[in-house]
């Protein structure tokens, strides 16, 4: 091997090198990536959980109130938890109570929760559920 085909494959060998450390960046960022998406979908998820949980929770208190004291305005005052509260941004409990006759004498009520996640408007997440009229 001759001097010249030294210094060649040592340019090569260089070459290679950096080509090796640039796809190992490539890597790293893209795993960065994919680590941060995948920490992000369990966080909503986890939100997501903890919505439906209290809304249950919701349901189960207004079932304990008498028929005639359930109303919008009783579930707007309702508090909201403060580990939620801190982890969406403007959380808001609506309701539409309906007084329905057929088949039977009931409250249909419909509370939704709305929110705003990462500056972003959220679909309101609603719990439909009749009430027996007593």
């Not at 090198?17 to 994919?34: E, H, K, M, P, R």
């Not at 509260?85 to 939704?112: D, G, Y």
């Amino acid at each position: 091997m001759t001097l010249h085909q030294s210094q060649t494959r040592a340019a090569n060998t260089s070459f290679e090198i950096v080509i090796a450390i640039l796809i190992l960046g490539l890597v790293a960022s893209s795993l960065g990536q994919f680590v941060h998406h995948i920490r992000n979908g369990l966080d909503q998820r986890d939100v997501a959980q903890r919505i439906d949980f209290w809304l249950e929770n919701v349901r189960e208190e207004l079932a304990c109130q008498p028929p005639e004291k359930v109303s919008s305005d009783l579930v707007a005052e309702w508090p909201i938890p403060q580990d939620l509260s801190q982890r969406v941004e403007a959380p808001r409990l609506s309701a539409s109570v309906k007084k329905i006759e057929h088949p039977l004498s009931a409250l249909e009520i419909t509370l939704s929760f709305h929110c705003r996640l990462s500056h972003q408007d959220v679909t309101p997440k609603t719990l439909t559920f009749w009430m027996a009229d007593r």
